[in-house]
């Protein structure tokens, strides 16, 4: 975790400085990123929409915009729960909040997802629920939802 | 019976083994009208915000009492169930690199897995709701968070608000959130397996986690003020207030009824 959160916020910051050099630019913001690389292929290509293995285990994710993201592990459905949550990075840089999904297997450790710098959040949920799994697979428990 | 909640290092072994095997005969034996599974399907339920669009026991001030509420329930059971009311709730003061998770207490990890002995399927554990498809109880330690150390603790400590609007995960200034997010959800993730999950209490070493985290409360408590919780009477929504009472717990059962613990049968060691 501590690597992982270290990249995270890395990763966080070095978002939000292009962000910012594209403002410079001037590209509206209403464009979106999409839209500056043209049409169709970047549409395709949002990260939360993928299909691969693994650590030998089928790792699925689908982007429903308007809609509920959705995960499956080996064609095992993990329900999600979005929170809005405070992160409190470990080099203690300024705690911030962000969106976050938490599911009944990472119940504690939110996974900072939104429609703007973290969308590959979502395949990075899957490898850490493969990695917590090990050998194992998710049971049908894991498909069942619940609101906070 | 009052009971002095001691330290699981300072436990003797016949304290260890009359610890684990109350747990174990909760999970098929019924004491006052619950049994092991009930305290699971509790967390599972509120966990989530309820009909009553209150979120009880997490992401929220009523945090630290219903926990507190939760585990003073399940001490009296194990008394009552192995009908030893000398039957304690030991803490884990996971700033001490010493884990309880050992053959004669909490049960040995391999490969993640307990797999014999104490809290094993074979020595007559058995899991319930559990979100991974195993018979095993999980423990991945390590593997995804460290432990808290003594300074980070002692950071958090020193917070003085206990908490403030909006009431939730995203509050920066709370005593609360400060400790639910960066101690109490830091240790779920620690041990990993059945602890990171929405099920956790599967675990028997959640009531010890969560014993050291109703320790740490009360040390605040006794630094703060012992009638201290945030927010106080009054209207405010989604929240429990001080005294509005606690599902699924009884009437009048509210942050005020467990703000001190002398008058709930223990005491810290
Ligand atoms: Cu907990």
């Given at each position: 975790?501590?690597?992982?959160?270290?990249?995270?916020?890395?990763?966080?910051?070095?978002?939000?400085?292009?962000?910012?050099?594209?403002?410079?630019?001037?590209?509206?913001?209403?464009?979106?990123?999409?839209?500056?690389?043209?049409?169709?292929?970047?549409?395709?290509?949002?990260?939360?929409?993928?299909?691969e293995t693994y650590k030998g285990k089928k790792i699925k994710?689908?982007?429903?915009?308007?809609?509920?993201?959705?995960?499956?592990i080996n064609n095992k459905?993990?329900?999600?729960?979005?929170?809005?949550?405070?992160?409190?990075?470990?080099?203690?840089?300024?705690?911030?909040?962000?969106?976050?999904?938490?599911?009944?297997?990472?119940?504690?450790?939110?996974?900072?997802?939104?429609?703007?710098?973290?969308?590959?959040?979502?395949?990075?949920?899957a490898k850490?629920v493969v990695d917590m799994l090990g050998d194992l697979e998710l049971?049908?428990?894991?498909?069942?939802?619940?609101?906070? | 019976?009052?009971?002095?909640?001691?330290?699981?290092?300072?436990?003797?072994?016949?304290?260890?083994?009359?610890?684990?095997?109350?747990?174990?005969?909760?999970?098929?034996?019924?004491?006052?009208?619950?049994?092991?599974?009930?305290?699971?399907?509790?967390?599972?339920?509120?966990?989530?915000?309820?009909?009553?669009?209150?979120?009880?026991?997490?992401?929220?001030?009523?945090?630290?009492?219903?926990?507190?509420?939760?585990?003073?329930?399940?001490?009296?059971?194990?008394?009552?169930?192995?009908?030893?009311?000398?039957?304690?709730?030991?803490?884990?003061?996971?700033?001490?690199?010493?884990?309880?998770?050992?053959?004669?207490?909490?049960?040995?990890?391999?490969?993640?897995?307990?797999?014999?002995?104490?809290?094993?399927?074979?020595?007559?554990?058995?899991?319930?709701?559990?979100?991974?498809?195993?018979?095993?109880?999980?423990?991945?330690?390590?593997?995804?968070?460290?432990?808290?150390?003594?300074?980070?603790?002692?950071?958090?400590?020193?917070?003085?608000?206990?908490?403030?609007?909006?009431?939730?995960?995203?509050?920066?200034?709370?005593?609360?959130?400060?400790?639910?997010?960066?101690?109490?959800?830091?240790?779920?993730?620690?041990?990993?397996?059945?602890?990171?999950?929405?099920?956790?209490?599967?675990?028997?070493?959640?009531?010890?986690?969560?014993?050291?985290?109703?320790?740490?409360?009360?040390?605040?408590?006794?630094?703060?003020?012992?009638?201290?919780?945030?927010?106080?009477?009054?209207?405010?929504?989604?929240?429990?207030?001080?005294?509005?009472?606690?599902?699924?717990?009884?009437?009048?059962?509210?942050?005020?009824?467990?703000?001190?613990?002398?008058?709930?049968?223990?005491?810290?060691?």
């Amino acid at each position: 975790m501590t690597d992982m959160k270290r990249r995270d916020v890395l990763r966080y910051s070095a978002a939000g400085a292009v962000t910012a050099a594209t403002a410079v630019v001037g590209i509206q913001a209403v464009a979106g990123p999409g839209s500056a690389v043209g049409g169709e292929k970047a549409a395709a290509a949002d990260p939360r929409d993928f299909e691969e293995t693994y650590k030998g285990k089928k790792i699925k994710g689908k982007h429903n915009a308007g809609g509920k993201d959705e995960l499956h592990i080996n064609n095992k459905k993990l329900a999600l729960t979005v929170i809005s949550t405070l992160f409190i990075p470990e080099d203690g840089s300024e705690p911030y909040v962000a969106n976050a999904y938490i599911s009944a297997v990472n119940h504690y450790d939110p996974v900072e997802i939104d429609n703007d710098k973290n969308k590959e959040g979502l395949k990075k949920l899957a490898k850490k629920v493969v990695d917590m799994l090990g050998d194992l697979e998710l049971s049908d428990e894991a498909a069942k939802a619940h609101t906070h | 019976m009052a009971v002095v909640r001691k330290n699981f290092t300072a436990m003797t072994s016949a304290e260890k083994t009359a610890f684990a095997n109350a747990l174990r005969q909760f999970k098929t034996t019924s004491a006052n009208g619950r049994n092991y599974n009930w305290y699971i399907d509790q967390h599972i339920t509120f966990f989530a915000r309820t009909t009553d669009n209150i979120s009880h026991a997490h992401q929220s001030p009523s945090f630290f009492p219903w926990h507190r509420e939760y585990l003073r329930l399940l001490e009296l059971d194990l008394q009552t169930v192995s009908g030893n009311p000398g039957i304690f709730i030991p803490y884990w003061d996971w700033t001490v690199s010493t884990l309880p998770f050992t053959s004669d207490f909490l049960g040995s990890v391999t490969n993640g897995s307990v797999s014999s002995g104490n809290f094993s399927p074979a020595w007559g554990w058995s899991l319930y709701r559990s979100s991974i498809a195993t018979s095993f109880l999980q423990r991945r330690v390590g593997q995804n968070a460290t432990r808290p150390t003594a300074s980070q603790v002692s950071t958090v400590q020193s917070r003085t608000v206990y908490d403030q609007s909006p009431w939730n995960s995203t509050v920066s200034n709370s005593y609360r959130n400060r400790n639910e997010i960066e101690l109490h959800n830091r240790v779920h993730n620690y041990v990993g397996g059945h602890m990171g999950t929405r099920e956790a209490p599967n675990d028997p070493c959640f009531w010890l986690h969560h014993c050291n985290i109703d320790r740490l409360w009360w040390l605040w408590q006794t630094v703060r003020g012992l009638d201290t919780y945030q927010p106080r009477t009054g209207t405010t929504s989604g929240v429990v207030d001080n005294n509005e009472t606690m599902r699924p717990f009884g009437a009048g059962r509210s942050p005020l009824a467990v703000h001190d613990i002398s008058a709930l049968n223990y005491s810290y060691a």
